[in-house]
């Protein structure tokens, strides 16, 4: 399974970005889907995740009512709409992919409920 992520780069605070998770080596809608994010000097935190069907969407407090994940299985991506970013927000984002790993309904925020990583892509939100 390989993961691709795309979208990242430099914004302003109030601004917006989209970012895009592009899978491929497997079936894609066989997959829970996630976005984490890692800010310098801290660990990789959940941000939202989507379930196979696209029918459960969960996100991280700090996020939720701004952010917004969805995804395409004809497309074999998974997005993730960022809308009034913040300072706070700066970071490099990564999509995870679950493929039956050891992922758990209750709680989908455990990164090691992710059996695959993208390589991340960088967001930087300036004051």
């Known amino acids: 399974v390989q993961l691709q992520a795309s979208g990242g780069g430099l914004v302003q605070a109030g601004g917006s970005l989209r970012l895009s998770c592009a899978a491929s080596?497997?079936?894609?809608?066989?997959?829970?889907m996630g976005w984490f994010r890692q800010a310098p000097g801290k660990e990789r935190e959940f941000v939202a995740s989507?379930?196979?069907?696209?029918?459960?969407?969960v996100y991280a407090d700090s996020v939720r009512g701004r952010f917004t994940i969805s995804r395409d299985n004809a497309k074999n991506t998974v997005y993730l709409q960022m809308n009034s970013l913040k300072p706070e927000d700066t970071a490099v984002y990564y999509c995870?992919?679950?493929?039956?790993?050891?992922?758990?309904?209750?709680?989908?925020?455990?990164?090691?409920?992710?059996?695959?990583w993208g390589q991340g892509t960088e967001v930087t939100v300036s004051s």
């Open positions: 995870g992919a679950t493929y039956g790993g050891g992922w758990r309904p209750d709680r989908p925020d455990r990164r090691d409920g992710y059996k695959f």
């Open positions: 080596g497997r079936t894609f809608s066989s997959s829970h």
């Open positions: 989507v379930t196979g069907s696209g029918g459960r969407l």
